[in-house]
């Protein structure tokens, strides 16, 4: 009986976890923090990549919900990535996710991209597909469990249904667009918000 440790060691398929999208009707992280506290309690490690601002009130909503977030930072079993700053650099040698200790280790890793920064700032709708595609790449290449979301107050009909029809493609692995792509004048925004 060969247990893989012989010439043929035994390959297991990967699995494939999709990203969960919730787009979230309240401001502040109320809809996906439950996610995040399963993860560290059970001992996997989280990352949330979000802008400065979603990130201050998941980290004041983990303290009061009885985690020492700076405590989890430093050991590494919580990482914040701040967007859009981090996105240019995330295949980076020098990156933030290589300076984060992505332990892949653990039983599992947890990623969570709040994209709400992105629809507010009149970012294109091809720039904001390629960050998307950057960021599912990366997940898939550490098999972790992702959760997506979005705060929609303020977006319209036709760019909410946009926001799902992104996310799916870049979930699915749409081709990104090249990395020299520039941001398209934001007159030309597919995202209006009321």
């Known amino acids: 009986m060969n247990m893989g440790a012989g010439p043929n060691p035994i390959r297991l398929p990967s699995i494939s976890r ?5 787009v979230r009707r309240q401001e502040g ?4 923090l439950r996610f995040i506290q399963e993860g560290l309690e059970v001992g996997q490690q ?3 990549l979000a802008g ?3 990130l201050t009130n998941l980290a004041r909503a983990l303290n009061a919900g009885g985690l020492q977030t700076q405590n989890l930072l430093r050991s590494g079993r919580l990482v914040f990535l701040t967007a859009p ?3 240019e650099q995330l295949k980076k040698p020098d990156g933030p996710i290589q300076r984060a200790r992505l332990r892949r280790q653990t039983p599992m890793v947890r990623w969570v991209s709040d994209w709400s920064w992105a629809y507010f700032n009149g970012r294109s709708a091809d720039v904001l597909l390629n960050y998307q595609n950057r960021v599912h790449n990366l997940v898939r290449s550490l098999e972790a469990l992702s959760l997506c979301t979005v705060h929609c107050s ?3 009909r036709r760019s909410l249904l946009a926001v799902l029809a992104d996310h799916r493609r870049a979930v699915r692995g749409h081709t ?3 990395e020299s792509a520039q941001i398209p004048n934001p007159r030309n925004t597919l ?3 009321s």
């Open 52 to 54: 400065a601002n979603c």
């Open 176 to 178: 990104p667009l090249p």
């Open 191 to 193: 995202y209006p918000v």
């Open 154 to 156: 303020a977006l319209q």
């Open 29 to 32: 992280p109320a809809e996906f």
């Open 46 to 48: 989280v990352v949330a």
């Open 18 to 22: 999709p990203c969960q999208l919730v």
């Open 85 to 87: 700053e981090c996105l």
